[in-house]
């Protein structure tokens, strides 16, 4: 390492001199990407964001990889019918989500891994990213989605049966990094209906052999509150064990990037 070496990988808390040193020994860009939206009665809007942002910290901790100042706003239409919810067309947020990352290809970056917080709803427009990334500028792009690197973890240790938007996952993790953010007392199960559709769940990480998605009316049908599933089972014990199930599964894939 030279003498320029830092303590922190935050792009945006380095000198461009300390990013010229730093790519000396990687050449991996995390880039957290979520949604500033709803989240219930107990739980900020910026959960998307703050989970991958700080799951991303913590694998800087253990590689020599790059953090990207996150993408706050993500494709989010179905939640707009509270307040305080952004939303941009999955054309304007793929455009920018590329355009970000094909940048700092301009700068030596070779791989990218788009950490997306935003469960399931904004992993089409993420998938055709990668796929651009990969043939129009020879980035070697990922799409991690953080609901499938819990998911094994997750089905050992839930209590709750369905966990679809801000209920057990997302209030657990957020119980474990920020804590002061969470509203414990506020917080409400809401039921999803008895019934989905065939080859449908109200569960994240449920059956869903089709895929669907639902529009903001559907949603203020499901659910006053906000949330889907039951946030009172969250625990920081079960945030813990999901975030080191991301953590080390993200840090796999970093270190064989960097080989
Ligand atoms: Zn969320």
Redesign the pocket.
């Known amino acids: 390492m030279s003498d320029l070496s830092t303590e922190t990988a935050r792009v945006a808390e380095m000198t461009w001199q300390e990013i010229e040193s730093a790519l000396a020994e990687t050449r991996t860009l995390l880039l957290p990407v979520g949604s500033t939206e709803q989240?219930g009665h107990h739980l900020p809007l910026g959960?998307?964001v703050y989970m991958p942002e700080a799951i991303g910290a913590r694998v800087t901790d253990r590689s020599d990889a790059l953090l990207a100042p996150p993408i706050w706003y993500g494709v989010s239409p179905h939640h707009t019918f509270k307040p305080g919810t952004f939303t941009v067309s999955t054309e304007t947020f793929q455009r920018y989500v590329f355009d970000v990352c094909a940048s700092a290809g301009e700068w030596g970056i070779e791989n990218v891994l788009l950490l997306n917080g935003?469960?399931l709803a904004q992993d089409p427009e993420l998938e055709v990213v990668v796929r651009r990334l990969r043939s129009e500028c020879d980035i070697q792009a990922f799409h991690v989605p953080l609901v499938n690197l819990f998911a094994e973890v997750a089905a050992e240790i839930r209590t709750g049966e369905v966990s679809f938007?801000?209920s057990e996952f997302?209030t657990s993790i957020m119980l474990e990094l920020f804590p002061d953010l969470v509203s414990m007392d506020r917080a409400t199960a809401v039921d999803p209906p008895a019934e989905s559709l065939p080859l449908t769940d109200y569960d994240a990480l449920g059956e869903n052999a089709v895929g669907w998605s639902l529009t903001a009316a559907d949603m203020e049908a499901l659910t006053p509150a906000g949330n889907i599933g039951d946030p009172t089972v969250a625990t920081e014990e079960t945030g813990q064990a999901l975030i080191e199930a991301a953590v080390s599964d993200i840090c796999l894939l970093v270190d064989e990037l960097e080989e």
């Open positions: 989240h959960v998307d935003h469960y938007h801000a997302e």
